[in-house]
């Protein structure tokens, strides 16, 4: 069993900065990427960012290279999303999920596990 929790969401201006934390536990030894998605009314929920745990690896949606950047500390088996110049269309439930596919992906349907989100909220 896995469990992912989310953490760090919250209502920021437009430009503005958060940084939102995803800590494992469980079984995280089978997982193999750990990634970001968001979903906001009136649209499907989107891969934001992924991140190999074994070499680093990562991927980011087209929406957010530049500007979001994933990285983890082993440790604490937690993985961060660092969002920086944010834009109104941020703005939406922010889920961490796990795979235990070893494949680079942002596709919903290659992640097992999810945790519940954390808003965020971003204005003009």
């Known amino acids: 069993q896995v469990r992912l929790v989310e953490s760090g969401g919250g209502s920021v201006q437009a430009g503005g900065t958060l940084r939102l934390s995803c800590t494992a536990s469980?079984?995280?030894?089978?997982?193999?990427?750990l990634g970001w998605f968001r979903h906001s009314a009136g649209t499907v929920r989107e891969g934001v960012a992924s991140l190999d745990r074994r070499y680093g690896g990562t991927i980011y949606a087209d929406s957010v290279k530049g500007r979001f950047t994933v990285s983890q500390d082993k440790a604490k088996n937690t993985v961060y999303l660092q969002m920086n110049t944010l834009k109104p269309e941020d703005t939406a439930i922010y889920y961490c999920?796990?795979?235990?596919?070893?494949?680079?992906?942002?596709?919903?349907?290659?992640?097992?596990?999810w945790g519940q989100g954390t808003q965020v909220i971003v204005s003009s």
């Open positions: 469980g079984y995280t030894g089978g997982i193999a990427y």
């Open positions: 999920a796990g795979s235990r596919y070893d494949n680079r992906s942002l596709r919903e349907s290659e992640f097992q596990y």
